[in-house]
């Protein structure tokens, strides 16, 4: 087998969490004191980034202090709320299925929260299928980024890079895995475009998960 370990980004990837995410934001917009509503198309090009990161791109204007008020209004009312609006892409839950059945170490690497994922992905019935799942606030001293996330499955679990997969659909996603040394796919179907990036060295492109499957096998 060519990969018997991948790691998964979540939004974007497993999990289409854009709608829930965009109402939550403008109910945070609402009750400041910004007349302002983001859009889902603007929205888009930004997922996987963190969410104060997202604000301070969209809204340039806002101070980091402004931006930090907004974020707790947002996290209040999506992990109350807005979680509920993400839905599973097609096939991913028999993806992650056979997968596991083929012996294959699952994992993911995640910008959102860890108390928000774990709800999602027991909302889903996906949580057993992963060894570990890795957000930035696993650490409460700091959060920790993508490449770090990255090398600390890779380490504790002692996985070979050159066997190890890593798939998402954004440009970080991309810059972790090569920061990392594994291989990356990019799951052309969620909210990143890759296209001027195409020519990454070491990387495949897939439209749905279960091209994996041909991946793998390789």
């Not at 060519?2 to 999990?15: A, K, M, Q, Y």
């Not at 097609?90 to 056979?98: A, G, I, N, R, S």
């Not at 920790?144 to 890079?161: A, C, E, G, P, T």
């Not at 969620?190 to 390789?218: C, P, T, V």
Request: charged letters at 20%.
């Amino acid at each position: 087998m060519r990969f018997p370990n991948i790691i998964f980004d979540l939004d974007g990837t497993l999990v289409d969490s854009i709608d829930g995410i965009c109402f939550s934001l403008n109910h945070a917009l609402s009750i400041s004191n910004l007349n302002m509503r983001i859009s889902i198309s603007e929205l888009s090009p930004l997922m996987g980034e963190p969410i104060l990161k997202i604000l301070l791109k969209l809204i340039p204007e806002i101070t980091e202090e402004q931006a930090a008020g907004i974020l707790v209004s947002f996290r209040e009312h999506y992990n109350r709320i807005g979680w509920k609006k993400s839905q599973l892409y097609p096939q991913v839950y028999e993806q992650l299925t056979l997968l596991k059945r083929k012996g294959v170490l699952l994992f993911i690497a995640t910008n959102k929260p860890s108390a928000i994922t774990v709800t999602l992905l027991a909302h889903f019935g996906i949580r057993n299928m992963f060894e570990a799942v890795l957000c930035p606030d696993i650490h409460d001293e700091k959060l920790i980024s993508k490449s770090q996330m990255l090398y600390l499955i890779v380490d504790r679990f002692s996985l070979n890079k050159s066997q190890t997969l890593m798939v998402g659909d954004a440009i970080t996603d991309c810059h972790a895995a090569r920061d990392c040394g594994i291989i990356f796919a990019y799951a052309s179907y969620g909210y990143g475009d890759l296209s001027d990036h195409a020519n990454f060295e070491n990387s495949y492109k897939i439209e749905h998960l279960g091209e994996l499957q041909k991946i793998i096998e390789d």
